[in-house]
């Protein structure tokens, strides 16, 4: 007999943990009356046409059609309903959750004197301030990776920030501070020690003074290639330069440091209906095991966020964060209105194959991985923060656009929950990969590091996967871990979000 999985007990629809064929049996007397994929939608009674489907707790959609008990709901019989208002939303009445006690409280980092964070690797970044200028850079990167990396063993890569944009867009339309703000607080990812080098090409819209303050802006950081007689030159200063920044990178060493000082992003991409059962309320009991020892936590994903945005105002510590809240959500709205969408264009193919029917669905899931603590800031794209806890930073969905905006808002590790996989990773910061499903993880066994789908097999509890990955993220702060993305090196390409004009 089939297992099912119900959220709420006003849910009116259950998910089966296995493929049902028609006939079958599954658990609490009902009957397949269609073959179910793993995880899709079954009715648990008799709904009209226009009734709503509930699951979470939460209306996800309204029926298109008349269905019967065992009946397989899928995203083509649901419609979408309204967004929750954005206006006047309460705040303040559900930030009062007990957080589990951390059993630990401290990480071995490298310590950065006057930063709220630390860095949990030792990485020389240079930033390039116009795209190009780009393959003279990944030249030189080549050849110190080569000739000077290998005399510096205690510092961990060089990463090219490659990007497309400073030259070619409108540098003072309304949203260019967008880009311009997630290059700048980039370049003090806390990864990267403080050591700050940029090059330019000369002639740019994006100045080095739009992304280097006074103090920074010196001939110690700061490459112009049109300075430069030829290209053996640019390349031979580019070598000089990275020497200098990684003399003083291999001087760093790890201390014992507080968990106040460590700063995780939480995302999630290649979604499926079990992300919302097990990786994501693992990763969110893991979250608030982080916040209880003092450590600051971003979780993302304006679309994945929207439908639920009245659950997130609610855990907000005072007026200004909710107003906030409101701000990027109605931006948000806006942006996709724009270009012709709603929020419904988030989910994949990948997502609804995995029993997402829509939007709303996905998002309750999403949200998971925020756990239960109060939220004490919202994040405007590419911001960074000003207090520490759980914290709602505004970006888009899109996982290789949240990576490099959380990057900017100073994450030096990220854990990613995924159920139907992606070799997803940052060059600037390692990326835990947690399967919401088993299968997941025996297909991808080198490339998953934490199996969240044992939760849905009642092997484990959500508790007991999330210590578990509580404990892995510590560790891999403290460089006693590599996830399977740092150790493979999969590393996605720098998309910086930019909702300003190209000329």
Known sequence: MTRIIQIQKTDNVVIPTDAVPKGSSIEGG???????????????????????VIRYGIIIGYLKQDVTAGAWINEYMLELPSPPPLEDMPWGTN?????????????????????????????????????????????????MKAELLPHYPNVDDIVPLNHAYGCGVAIGAREAHVWIRSLKNLLYNPNFGGEIMVVALGCEKLTPDMLLDTKKNTAENLIILQECKGFKAMVDALMSMAEQKLQKLNRRKRTELPLSKLCVGMQ???????????SNPSAGY????????????????????????????ARCVDETTRNKLAAEMRWYDD????????????????????????????????????????????????????????????TPASDIVCGPEQLASGIVLQVFMTGRGTPYGLAAAPVIKVSSRTVMKEMWNDLIDVNAGIIAESKETIEEVG???????????????????EQYRLHNDLCIFNPAPIT
Request: net charge neutral; proline share 6%; charged share 15%.
């Open 335 to 394: 942006y996709l209105d724009k270009g012709g969408i709603d929020r419904n264009a988030n989910p994949t193919p990948g997502n609804k194959k995995g029993g997402l029917a829509n939007i709303v669905e996905k998002a309750m899931g999403s949200i998971a991985k925020s756990g239960t603590a109060p939220v004490v800031e919202v994040l405007s794209p590419g911001e960074r923060p000003s207090r520490q806890g759980l914290i709602y930073a505004a």
């Open 30 to 52: 009902l009957v397949a009356l269609d073959d179910i994929p793993q995880g899709h939608k079954i009715a648990l009674q008799t709904l009209k046409k226009g009734d709503a």
């Open 95 to 143: 930030v009062n959750a007990v957080l589990p006690s951390s059993p630990l409280k401290t990480f071995m980092g490298y310590d950065i004197p006057g930063a709220p964070y630390a860095g949990i690797r030792n990485i020389l970044a240079i930033m390039p301030t116009v795209q190009c200028v780009s393959g003279v850079l990944n030249v030189a990167v080549e050849r």
């Open 467 to 485: 210590l578990h990955l509580f404990n892995m993220i510590v560790d891999t702060a403290s460089g006693r871990y590599k996830p399977w993305a």
């Open 268 to 278: 999630c991409g290649g979604s499926d209906t079990f992300s919302g059962v097990t």
């Open 286 to 313: 893991a979250s608030d095991l982080l916040v209880n020892a003092g450590a600051t936590v971003l979780f993302s994903e304006v679309t994945e966020v929207r439908d639920g945005v009245h659950l997130i105002a």
